[in-house]
């Protein structure tokens, strides 16, 4: 039978096991938490490239989005059918200088007449290919300032650029090529990552 003594001792020795358990995870949790807060991209990185994502499921047809993804502003525009039939007019394509995009920084799965994977939504780099000023959307066709024969699209105020909704350049304007696409992809249905390549079959 074991004396009183040894009794003590052993209920220490077991609260002293016990504290130093719950001190160490305390610590370990103490020290991981910040650890793994410091994986989530600052807004830094984001600036330098992170990927960005957007819920798009309260973007209206006929409306544009403008998110920062590497210091730039991306345009997301949700085009409405109108807006969308433009793209193929006859009248509309014989005043663009690059319609098939040949000439224009895009990736391949943007390389059809909508410039976009899915036609409704647009995505481009808002910055103009002249001398980087920022375009405006001006989606109204026959737009008093740009004439009876605007189809729509964006207007660059600094220089008179114009491109349309897919972000091809008019002819005789200062800019050289259409509007950039970045890399991008939909995670779902209504949710877009920008900074990151669409995979297609």
Not at 40 to 49: H, V
Not at 127 to 154: I, K, M, N, S, Y
Request: hydrophobic share 40%.
């Amino acid at each position: 039978m074991s004396s009183e003594p040894e009794q003590i001792d052993g209920g220490r020795r077991h609260f002293l096991l016990v504290a130093t358990t719950v001190t160490g995870v305390a610590g370990l949790a103490a020290t991981a938490v910040p650890f793994l807060a410091s994986w989530k991209p600052s807004a830094r990185a984001q600036a330098l490239g992170a990927p960005v994502e957007q819920d798009l499921s309260k973007l209206e047809p006929g409306a544009v989005l403008k998110v920062n993804w590497r210091g730039q502003a991306i345009f997301i525009v949700r085009r409405t059918p109108e807006m969308l039939a433009t793209l193929t007019k006859p009248e509309v394509l014989s005043q663009l200088r690059d319609p098939d995009s040949k000439d224009s920084e895009q990736p391949e799965y943007a390389k059809n007449e909508t410039r976009a994977l899915k036609p409704e939504y647009l995505v481009l780099v808002g910055v103009c290919t002249h001398l980087g000023c920022a375009p405006l959307d001006r989606f109204q066709p026959q737009d008093a300032e740009l004439g009876a024969d605007w189809p729509g699209g964006f207007y660059c105020p600094c220089h008179g650029s114009r491109f349309d909704m897919a972000g091809r350049v008019f002819k005789d304007v200062p800019a050289p090529t259409n509007l950039r696409i970045p890399p991008y992809r939909f995670i779902n249905e209504n949710v877009i990552q920008i900074g990151v390549d669409a995979e297609v079959a």
